[in-house]
């Protein structure tokens, strides 16, 4: 027994020489504490992982979503565009020479109706439909509100995808 009690002492020197220290119950307090402290930022981590996944799934879907609303007002205002160039390449001088030769002649009593919904026609052509330049003009303004959308919804995903790679870079 008296040659374990010199010999500890011995042990404690050598030890303490060679780097290491006794694993005493200070230092595997601190040593849980950092494994605790390890555990709890691995946590939040995966947490916020989740969050950013979940995140994206729904930009992703907005985008998509909004890309089909562009394309459905894009291809509206494109079908609105061809039809006033089929309205523009009607008129030509004749039709301009048959409205003022229509407001010119004296209409009969039964003609008068026939001559009105032929004089209508004939000034859709010559002034162009304003209905359908009203429509162009709502769809092209719904379409840069919808492709703004569009670029505020990717500036996000965007950003999301930054602080996914910052994270995982920690």
């Known amino acids: 027994m008296m040659k374990q009690m010199l010999m500890a002492p011995a042990l404690l020197g050598l030890m303490t020489l060679s780097g290491q220290t006794p694993a005493g119950p200070a230092r595997q307090a601190a040593s849980m504490d950092d494994l605790v402290t390890e555990v709890r930022a691995l946590r939040a981590d995966i947490q916020h992982l989740g969050d ?5 799934q729904l930009l992703v879907a907005r985008l998509q979503v909004q890309e089909q609303r562009i394309a459905g007002l894009a291809r509206q205002l494109s079908e609105t565009e061809e039809q006033i ?9 004749f039709v301009t020479q048959m409205l ?9 009593p039964g003609e008068a109706n026939l001559f009105a919904g032929m004089k209508a026609q004939l000034e859709k ?15 092209s303004r719904q379409l840069s509100e919808e492709q ?11 950003e999301l995808e930054r602080l996914v790679a910052a994270t995982k870079r920690r």
């Open 85 to 93: 160039r089929a309205l523009d390449g009607v008129r030509n001088p």
């Open 100 to 108: 003022k030769d229509l407001d010119k002649e004296p209409a009969e």
């Open 52 to 56: 950013a996944s979940i995140r994206a």
């Open 148 to 158: 703004a959308r569009w670029v505020a919804f990717n500036a996000q995903l965007e």
């Open 125 to 139: 052509i010559e002034n162009g439909d304003p209905v359908l330049k009203e429509r162009q003009a709502i769809l």
